[in-house]
């Protein structure tokens, strides 16, 4: 019996190394990167990207800045600020297993293949991942990341540092994309248009800009930025289940189903029903309100509100921007009129006259309604006409506090963007970075708000260089000082 075990065991081993024979045993390079193309680095790179923004915790920070409410098991717990570091892990991982090995891998083939507009493209996205990063957490790891095994416990770096390096990235990505020098067809974003990334581009190093508070930069770089919203960097889903439907949707619909509602702050700005409504004679919000919320709720929870991914269902005019093939904004000509919006109130001597005229742009904008409806779509209401400086005077149409017209017009603007930026990143970001100017209504109970996201359990577990004990109140570096 022993021979037969034994001759049974020398069988099964030889078995097994006939179906390994051509594949890598080496536990860190598990596949030939010479047998990947650039082409699908770079799909890879913006897959991740997308996962980054749109997906886990955007949702934390969503409920954090009253976009949406956790109603159910640990989605109520976020509401109170109640978090653990493992609910951190993916996007790191997405970040730095992802985005940044891969671009790592990309930008060698690129370099062999004299494929600039490949690496110009990818170093782009490395900055929109690294940047969110800095924005999440504060001090992270960039220069000695991605490098395992060589380095084991990568440093952090200063947030201003990091930052610096997602400028730097972006620099060199507009210096390749724009020598046109080898093509790809691994980019979904904007289909490797040079023109479009070197104006994305531009509009991140604004956005960076913007967060370091260095107004006069941020201003000079989204002039260059995106000028029309056929240049938005957007995330395009579709109809299929575990392939590509947009995140929100997958979560709201199929994985969590009422975890999350919106029975908070932001849906009632924009209701005309509500003591909080923000429209005036020149504004109608209706139109946005039914594109981001259901009001009176859909077919799960009938809330007061719910995230709008499916108003056919409950004979509202369209699917809104929660549907599963909604297209899901990362950078945009939006954003960039209200960068510019906001610096020029910011920068050392304000001018309110180029503040109120980028506002009015975007508004024209809103005013076609294009942004809050889908090809399914009928017709809802909408009005965005343009304002005058005297609505920001004492007793205008737009100061209902009574406050200085300066003063006004800035929180009229920081509103505009924290309801143009409902379900993303960056209405959670200026909450931390203005010290909540708008005065975001917090929890029953509460008198402070998350600065920051706790770093992962998975860098905790294996980076001895992870800073230990830094709580979820602590503000990250670039957000800590006045706004």
């Avoid at 003591?275 to 139109?287: C, P, Q």
């Avoid at 919320?293 to 409950?314: R, T």
């Avoid at 960039?336 to 309110?352: C, F, G, R």
């Avoid at 998975?458 to 990250?476: A, S, Y």
Wanted: charged share 20%; hydrophobic share 40%.
């Amino acid at each position: 019996m022993a021979g037969l075990a034994l001759a049974l065991m020398l069988v099964l081993l030889d078995s097994c190394k006939n179906l390994t024979d051509g594949y890598s045993a080496d536990p860190v390079e598990i596949t030939d990167r010479t047998a990947i193309s650039v082409n699908q680095y770079l799909s890879g790179i913006e897959i991740s990207l997308v996962a980054a923004y749109e997906g886990d915790i955007v949702l934390h920070a969503g409920i954090w800045s009253d976009y949406f409410n956790g109603s159910d098991r640990q989605f109520i717990g976020v509401g109170n600020y109640i978090v653990t570091s493992e609910t951190m892990d993916n996007t790191w991982e997405l970040i730095y297993q992802k985005v940044m090995k891969n671009h790592l891998l990309l930008q060698e083939k690129a370099l062999a293949e004299n494929n600039l507009t490949a690496l110009g493209i990818s170093q782009i996205n490395l900055a929109l991942a690294i940047g969110l990063a800095a924005d999440l957490w504060g001090d992270v790891p960039y220069s000695e990341a991605g490098q395992f095994p060589a380095i084991l416990n990568p440093k952090y770096e200063p947030q201003s540092s990091v930052y610096a390096a997602a400028q730097k990235l972006l620099d060199n990505g507009i210096a390749n994309v724009a020598k046109n020098i080898g093509k790809t067809n691994g980019d979904f974003f904007l289909n490797a248009g040079s023109a479009k990334w070197i104006k994305a581009a531009h509009s991140a190093k604004a956005r960076y800009y913007l967060h370091t508070k260095e107004y006069q930069n941020a201003i000079a770089e989204a002039l260059l930025g995106i000028d029309e919203p056929a240049g938005n960097v957007m995330a395009t889903h579709g109809d299929a289940n575990l392939k590509d439907f947009n995140l929100y949707y997958s979560f709201l619909v199929y994985e969590r189903p009422g975890y999350m509602s919106a029975n908070c702050f932001a849906p009632t700005l924009l209701d005309a029903k509500s003591k909080n409504y923000r429209g005036n004679s020149k504004t109608d919000e209706t139109a946005r309100l039914n594109w981001y919320y259901a009001p009176g709720g859909l077919d799960l929870l009938n809330q007061d509100y719910e995230p709008n991914y499916s108003c056919p269902d409950a004979g509202y005019e369209c699917t809104g921007f929660f549907g599963n093939n909604t297209s899901f904004p990362l950078l945009t000509f939006e954003e960039t009129k209200l960068i510019l919006a906001e610096s020029y109130m910011k920068q050392p001597v304000a001018d309110p006259a180029k503040a109120l005229e980028q506002l009015n742009l975007l508004r024209r904008h809103y005013n076609t309604g294009a942004p809050f409806k889908n090809s399914s779509c009928k017709k809802t209401s909408y009005k965005y006409d343009d304002y005058a400086l005297g609505d920001f005077a004492l007793g205008g149409l737009a100061n209902a506090k009574g406050e200085e017209q300066n003063t006004a017009l800035l929180r009229e603007i920081l509103e505009e963007r924290y309801v143009s930026f409902i379900g993303q990143f960056e209405g959670w970001a200026d909450m931390r970075r203005t010290k909540n100017f708008l005065g975001l209504p917090l929890p029953t109970g509460k008198n402070d708000f998350p600065k920051r996201m706790l770093y992962p359990q998975i860098e905790v577990n294996t980076n001895t260089n992870t800073p230990q004990g830094v709580g979820i109140f602590k503000d990250v570096p670039s957000f800590a000082s006045p706004y």
